[in-house]
Each structure stands twice: as structure tokens, then as C-alpha cells.
């Protein structure tokens, strides 16, 4: 059974606090531990970034990684799962995929994505609820250029945020929310009246340079977002 990142996070882990890995000792590249381990490059890389985001290794392009020599404590925003969102809150979790469809990218997601002419993305229209009321409306695009084995991904039993935490690991991220008015589409979705408030979060994730979705999620009226660091 290969090793999972958080299989390969905990034993770093393990090393540093023991001490088999000192304060400013050199930390083996990827490709080493990923033999180490019987894993993937990029499960090493993930573990390796979220240990870094932690503040507990210094990773240099080209000097390599090491130990930090006095650990940094940074806040993170890690990206939520609407599932287990609702069911910490004892509610009964329910997904619906609306649509599922192959489409060249539109002229403002090229835009926005930096993806190239031409290029394509898979299409998804999802639906979550909590307690059959609807909690949260997705309109979802994944870059076939970043992420090709997307168009063959069966979406229609878990929503897509799982299968790409499961997938791919995320370099960087871009997150923007507002406040809106309801229009009749999503009047519809929300069980709410046209012109009603929503609440809207925009997310963008990139691997390495490259784009890999982009998401807007909107809420019904009286949502609220909390956040812990």
C-alpha cells in the first residue's frame, strides 16, 4: 500500500522533533523520499509544502530543503470540504451533480487562468444541501490542460473539491468573496426570491505555475463564513 501525504508528513514530522533531523540539516530531495516512501513525487511535495507552510522546513529553489533553524508559525486557509462542513454540524449531507460537460474555455476564463487558445475544461453544475435545504450552489471549471484525467472523472456521486484534494496538490490560491443579488437561475438553485442577497466566494488553485480550477460557490441568504487560523 503506497504511503499517503500524510503518511509521509508525520514520519518528516517524527524525524524533526526526535531530532534525527536537526536545526539546519539538508532534508533529501522529492525524488529520494518518494523512493523512501513507494509514493509519488507530488504526495512528497505536498507533504513537504504543508510542513513548510507550518514553519518547520525552509525549502530554496536550486539550495534545497532544510530544518529550520527556529520554527516560524504562519497562519494557513486550508480549502474546505462542504460535506464535512455540514455533518460537523450534525446535519444530513446531500449531493447533486446538475451537469457535467467538455467545453473550449470561455474567453474570461482563459482570461483569468492564463489557459491557451483553444484550451479546454471540464464543466461541472453541483448542488449541495444540509437537511434538504440547499446549502450551497457550485459552477466549476478544471483545466483539461493542468488536469487531463479530469474528463474521464466520475463526478456524479462526490462533489469535485474531494476528488481534486485527492488528485493534485495545490501550489497557490486565489480567493475572492462579495455579496450579490440573486438572479432567476440561482433563485432557483437557492430556493430563494430574484433580488434576494447571496454570498459569493470565488476560488482559483494553481500547481506549479499552472492553473487548475476555477470555482464560484454561492450561498443563500443567511449564510455565514467562519474561518479559524
Known amino acids: 500500500m503506497k504511503a499517503t501525504y500524510k503518511d509521509v508528513k508525520s514520519d518528516i514530522l517524527s524525524k524533526i522533533t526526535k531530532g534525527e533531523w536537526a536545526p539546519g540539516d539538508l532534508v533529501p530531495n522529492e525524488v529520494e523520499l518518494a523512493a523512501t516512501y513507494g509514493c509519488a513525487r507530488a504526495t512528497v511535495n505536498r507533504a513537504m509544502r504543508e510542513l513548510a507552510d507550518e514553519g518547520l522546513i525552509e525549502r530554496r529553489r536550486k539550495a534545497g ?38 467545453e473550449v474555455a470561455p474567453d474570461w476564463l482563459r482570461a483569468r487562468l492564463k489557459l491557451p487558445a483553444e484550451g479546454k475544461a471540464v464543466h461541472l453544475d453541483c ?70 442577497p447571496v454570498f459569493t466566494i470565488e476560488r482559483s488553485t494553481w500547481w506549479e505555475g499552472q492553473a487548475v480550477t476555477y470555482v464560484r460557490f454561492s450561498y443563500r441568504p443567511g449564510y455565514r463564513l467562519t474561518t479559524r487560523y
Not at 532544510?66 to 462542513?85: G, K, L, N, T, Y
Not at 466520475?154 to 462533489?159: E, K, L, V
Not at 490560491?173 to 437557492?190: C, H, M, P, T, W
Open 127 to 196: 448542488m449541495h444541501y444540509a437537511d434538504g435545504v440547499p446549502h450551497e450552489h457550485e459552477d466549476r471549471w478544471i483545466s483539461l490542460t493542468a488536469l487531463p484525467t479530469a474528463e474521464e472523472a466520475d463526478f456524479s456521486h462526490a462533489g469535485p473539491t474531494e476528488w481534486l484534494l485527492a488528485t493534485i496538490p495545490f501550489s497557490e490560491v486565489e480567493i475572492s468573496l462579495s455579496a450579490g443579488l440573486a438572479d432567476q437561475r440561482l433563485a432557483d438553485y437557492l430556493a430563494c426570491a430574484v433580488g434576494e
Open 65 to 102: 530543503t532544510r530544518v529550520r533553524m527556529s520554527p516560524v508559525r504562519q497562519a494557513r486557509f486550508d480549502i474546505p470540504v462542504v460535506r464535512a462542513e455540514i455533518e460537523s454540524r450534525g446535519a444530513t449531507y446531500r449531493y447533486s451533480l446538475v451537469s457535467d460537460s467538455v
